[in-house]
């Protein structure tokens, strides 16, 4: 049902975001990868995905930071494609410290990429998915879009921020054939959370194990990370008829974290 489709997911270079890129890939859609890394390696990806999966695989590395990139890599895509039916906004940043000693910058590019880069991809976006009247948006929220942790000021603000930015985008085009919801997923094993082990092993004189168990997963009953490949087929099945009428709300996909 959703293949020859065209969509963006950004931030899709590493992670999360190229996890539901390759997912849907797999469904022959077309895709707009971004994100930053190596170009070598990126190339390497796109022409992989493009090869294995006999899609179109365009790669723009707009910086989800700065909003004249954000407008042009969108309007590009919609010419290159044909058009821009599935939105995924996904691309994202972590910065951890109290607030009182929170620095300034990392706050404001935290709430740029984590917020408001998906008001500038969407209010792009919703024309073209209007004319089709079809459409699918989907934000890579977090459980931190539910529930807070301590020393992630920004980082939850953004997330209960897209949150809110969800409900309202699915309400003004709800009569279009277009949704917009949000995945919140627990911990997944990602560069994003791996960067964060060796300094919470080495601040708490504990091991990188009990860093993965009673810290990182002390919350996510489970005791399992998320996988890429959970989060993309959440994300496939938000795009087929059967969630047609699910607009508007967040899907949880994080071992039961928020049922404490
Ligand atoms: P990651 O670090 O593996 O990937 C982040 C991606 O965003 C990369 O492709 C990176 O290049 C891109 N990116 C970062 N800054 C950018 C910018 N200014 N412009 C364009 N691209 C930029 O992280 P991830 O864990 O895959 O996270 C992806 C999303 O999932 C984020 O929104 C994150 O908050 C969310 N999330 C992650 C977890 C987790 O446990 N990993 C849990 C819940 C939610």
Redesign the pocket.
Known sequence: MIKGKNAVV?????????GIAEGFAKEGVNLVL????DAAEIEQIRAGLASKYGVKVIYDG????QHEQIEAMMHHAAEQLGGVDILVN?????FVSPVEEFPVDKWNAIIA??LT?AFHTTRIAVPYMKSKGWGRIIN?????ALVASPFKSA?VAS?HGIMGFTKTVALEVAEHGVTCNAI??????????EKQIPDTAKARGITEEQVKRDVLLAAQPTKQF?T?EQVAGTAVFLCSDSAASITGTNISVEGGWTAH
């Not at 971004?34 to 890394?37: D, M, P, S, T, V």
């Not at 996904?90 to 972590?94: H, M, Y």
């Open positions: 950004t931030g899709s270079t590493s992670g999360i975001g190229l971004n994100g930053f890394g707009a910086d989800m930071s996904n691309a994202g940043i972590q990429i984590n880069s890579i929220a977090s459980a931190h980082y997330k919140c997923p627990g911990y997944v094993l990602t560069p994003l959370v998320v890429v």
